[in-house]
């Protein structure tokens, strides 16, 4: 059974509800950021509120419903993430959802579409706030919430399976074993070894987006994803390089497509391409 969720929202959507006081846009950045672009939005280092503090592993509901509150996120809010780039915004609504969370939009397009429509921004328009005075309840999350994401042992075991299709989400040469890091990052690391999982078909993440970073139409995901995914599998199995490209792609299959059977390897390609043992191809 697909899960009930809030969503994706447009900017123009968002824009109308700007003057809501209970509206909490959450902007999920790539690296520290600096003021919000968002007028009355919060920032944040998108490890700062995804990840334990010292393992590698998704911060908890109960930590995860802390970290809300303290950017005025609980009972009552209206709460949308947005992402800088968009990608850091939908790693964060597939760890709620995991944990269980549904009550939390994505922006489709994040801080790129806000820019490229001109919407309002902080530092132009002033916005008055109500943060939560209660915290999120913290959710039980189900074996629904918890098979959105999938692990490397379990990857391992469906190689070769004819039910179960892998998309790799990374650019072309990353895909090919040319790189490790994008073609534009300075220094090519994120792994030990280059190449991909077996069998693995790529999806390059930004074909799903138009030129604004906002995901394209049903019908246009719908014709792209089928030239990867063949017939009607038991299982799609998400990765890139560290999971935020491949949560995108799980929005867009999940959300947009309506697809029940998508899972995220959350290690993806960081942790695969640096295990003793674990077979890769070019």
């Known amino acids: 059974m697909p899960l009930i969720t809030h969503g994706v929202v ?3 959507e968002i824009v109308q ?3 809501n006081p209970r509206l909490v846009v959450i902007e999920v950045h790539a690296t520290q950021p600096s003021a919000p672009l968002i007028p009355g939005a919060r920032a944040v280092f998108w490890k700062d509120l995804a990840w334990h503090p010292l393992e590698r592993e998704l911060a908890d509901g109960a930590e995860l419903s802390r970290r ?7 009972e009552g809010s209206r709460i949308v993430l947005a992402g800088d780039p968009t990608q850091f915004a939908a790693y964060l609504l597939w760890t709620l959802r ?3 969370y549904e009550e939390v939009s994505y922006l489709d397009g994040g801080l790129e579409a806000w820019r490229a429509i001109g919407a309002p921004t902080a530092d132009r328009l002033t916005v008055t706030r ?4 209660e915290p ?8 629904a919430h918890e098979a959105l994401r999938i692990g490397r042992d379990e990857v391992r075991g469906l190689l070769g399976a004819d039910d179960v299709v892998l998309l790799d989400y990374r650019t072309p040469q990353e895909y090919s074993g040319e790189r490790v890091s994008g073609p534009t990052a300075p220094i090519d690391h994120g792994a030990e070894r280059h190449g991909r999982i077996p069998g693995a078909k790529p999806l390059f993440f930004r074909e799903l987006l138009d030129e604004h970073g906002r995901l394209k139409s049903a019908d246009e995901l719908r014709e792209l994803v089928g030239r990867s995914v063949d017939g009607d599998p038991r299982l799609i ?15 867009a299959l999940s959300e947009v497509l309506g697809l029940d059977n998508v899972r995220v ?4 390609w960081t942790e695969w391409g640096s295990i003793v043992g674990f077979p890769i191809e070019k």
């Open 10 to 12: 447009s900017v123009e």
């Open 17 to 19: 509800q700007l003057a």
């Open 68 to 74: 809300l509150f303290d950017l005025g996120a609980g």
């Open 98 to 100: 995991v944990r269980g």
């Open 130 to 133: 109500e943060p939560a005075t």
């Open 136 to 143: 999120l309840p913290v959710p039980v999350a189900t074996d």
């Open 237 to 251: 199995v998400n990765y890139c390089r560290l999971s935020h490209r491949s949560t995108l792609g799980w929005i």
């Open 265 to 268: 390897y959350d290690g993806s």
